[in-house]
């Protein structure tokens, strides 16, 4: 069964950097697509961007395209979020998720890790 894990969230100040890590198990992953959303108090869950785990292409939402970078590390198993330049308007929980490709929804999903930016 597949499981995802989130590491990395906390409190940091407007315009500075951090990394979150989603590390998933279960299974092999080359078939699969990985993705961040994040939610915000009060707001609905949006999607931050994905990475298909095969060849590394990568697509992010208008809102975060230019700051925030998603990679893979396809021999320790773990996905990154890179955010630069955050915003307040970026403090959420932020989730792991995965689909195979056959799919097209996200169908595992992580416990979420909180960031906040203070102004």
């Known amino acids: 069964q597949v499981q995802l894990a989130e590491y990395g969230g906390g409190l940091v100040q407007a315009g500075d950097s951090l990394r979150l890590t989603c590390v998933p198990s279960?299974?092999?992953?080359?078939?699969?697509?990985m993705g961040w959303f994040r939610q915000a108090p009060g707001k609905e869950r949006e999607y931050v961007g994905r990475?298909?785990?095969?060849?590394?292409?990568?697509f992010y939402s208008d809102s975060v395209k230019g700051r925030f970078t998603i990679s893979r590390d396809t021999v320790n198993n773990m996905m990154f979020l890179q955010m630069n330049n955050l915003k307040p308007e970026d403090t959420a929980i932020y989730y792991c998720a995965a689909h195979a490709t056959t799919q097209m929804q996200f169908t595992y999903w992580g416990q979420g890790t909180q960031v906040t930016v203070s102004s």
């Open positions: 990475i298909y785990w095969s060849d590394g292409a990568t």
């Open positions: 279960g299974r092999t992953f080359n078939s699969y697509v």
